[in-house]
Every structure is written in C-alpha cells, then in structure tokens.
C-alpha cells in the first residue's frame, strides 16, 4: 500500500464521521440540552465528544503533507499516535465519565480502522483535494505579510478597519457565499489566474493550505482570511455578516460575476459607494 493511499483513506473517513455525528447531533431535542436549556442530556454527551474527538485527530492527520510523505510504516505510526492522543481545547478535561467514555470509544474507532486498512495491501480509494495544517512559524509569517500588504491589524480587514473602505475593495454580504453560486464564482476567478493552492487563516483554530477547489470564503464561527503565494488577493469573512475582496480577485469578481450587485452589502452606499 502507498502513504497517499492510506493517508486519503484517513482524510475521508474522519471527514465523513464528523459530519454524521453533526448531523446525528443536530437531531436531538432542544440542541441537546435538558429542560433547563443549559445542562446536557445523556445523549447529547454521547454524542458530541465524539465530533470534537475526530476533528482533532484530523487536524493531527492533516499535519502530513500529502505532496511529501514519509513510508507507510512511519505514516502508519502517525495515525495511530493521532488516535491516540490528539487533544484540543473540547477534548481535554470532559465532565463526566459518559463524555470520556464517548471520546476514549472514538479514539479507538479510528485505530480500528487504521489497522484494518493496514492489512490491506490492495488498499484502493479515491484521492481528496490537498490540505494541510500550517506549522505555527508558517501562520505566524502569513500574519505578518498580511499586515504589511493589506492592512490587516489583529486579524481583522475591511470593512471592520477603522479607515474608510478604499474604491478597489469589494464588500459583499456574508450570505454571498452561502447562497447562489458565489463560492464557484471565487474559485472560478482563481482557476483563471491559475492559482491551485489558497492560504487559510482563522482568528482559532487550525490554519491550512488547500486546494482552491475546497476553499469557500466563509464565516463559520472564527472569522477568515485567505490569500496565496502570489500577495496580490485577499478574502476576509467576519462576524459581521459579511465578505471582503481585494487586489485581483476583487477585480476578477467584478468583471466575470453578473450578478455581484445584488450582493453588495449594504453599508455600502453608507461609506459612498453608492
């Protein structure tokens, strides 16, 4: 069996069981939580550690670079190390013995099956787009270059900067990127000026390299911005309900989205864009 193939395998199964313990756990009554809206109930316990349990092994997962894997055996031992003992922030420390149960339970799900692909040297399956986690001295240079280029101060972008949003910026409405086909408008103006791989970094959490086809400019809780190798785009979603582009994606989405200005967000003509 190759690293890639053992490795992909990984990738897809924890993305997978993530998004089915989600969605498992979005069913339950009142999100969860007992008739005093505030403690949780025995299956909601059951569930969640189990979600956090797997996005943090696949955070140690990604740390693998796929373009440069070691052999199997070493890769092999990293998953396992991972199953083992990837910790984040909602794993450690769980309030009760159904919580630690749930998250040991998990931890040995994905040991389970990485041994059992393991012995399958005729181990097939399909690739998956490439990410991976960036090394904090990695984040830490992005952050700097961000802020010497565009602006950035604090992780924060237009139009939540204190100056005037400048004429070349465009300011969308979050819901931009959730709704139409915003998201494939961005990676179609990237595409164009052949740029494979997007820089994604959050205000928490895990910052990543990925292909332009997974990257969506979006607020999912920690606000993002996005650029690549070349310095001349930016992305920023905040908190406040919208999406910022500069630089050549913004021109790109100007000239090839048809429909941009009903996007626009509102406080635009506010600053004088009207």
């Given at each position: 069996m190759e690293s890639k193939t053992l490795h992909w395998a990984s990738r897809r199964y924890l993305t997978a069981r993530y998004e089915e313990l989600r969605r498992e756990y979005s069913q339950l009554p009142n999100d969860g939580r007992q008739a005093d809206g505030y403690h949780y109930t025995t299956e909601a316990k059951r569930i969640f550690p189990r979600y956090n349990a797997v996005e943090a092994i696949l955070v140690e997962v990604e740390r693998l670079d796929p373009d440069r894997l070691p052999g199997v055996d070493v890769v092999t031992n990293t998953l396992l190390a991972a199953a083992e003992s990837a910790d984040s922030p909602f794993t450690k420390s769980p309030d009760d013995e159904i919580e630690a149960h749930a998250i040991v339970d998990e931890r040995r799900l994905f040991a389970a099956n990485v041994q059992r692909w393991g012995a399958q040297p005729n181990l097939r399956t399909d690739p998956v787009p490439y990410r991976r986690v960036l090394a904090p001295e990695e984040s830490s240079a992005w952050r700097t270059s961000l802020q010497r280029r565009w602006g950035v101060q604090d992780g924060r972008w237009y139009p939540l900067l204190s100056s005037s949003v400048p004429q070349d910026v465009l300011v969308l409405t979050g819901e931009s990127m959730w709704e139409d086909d915003g998201v494939?408008?961005?990676?179609?103006?990237?595409?164009?000026?052949?740029?494979?791989?997007?820089?994604?970094?959050?205000e928490y959490g895990a910052d990543y390299l990925l292909d332009v086809e997974i990257f969506a400019p979006r607020y999912t809780g920690p606000e993002g911005l996005w650029s690549d190798e070349h310095h001349d785009w930016i992305a920023y979603a905040s908190h406040?309900?919208?999406?910022?582009?500069?630089?050549?994606?913004s021109a790109g989405l100007a000239t090839t989205w048809s429909e941009i200005h009903s996007w626009r967000w509102p406080g635009w003509q506010e600053l004088g864009h009207g």
């Open positions: 494939d408008q961005v990676r179609r103006v990237l595409r164009d000026l052949r740029r494979p791989r997007v820089v994604e970094l959050r406040e309900g919208t999406v910022a582009f500069g630089g050549a994606l």
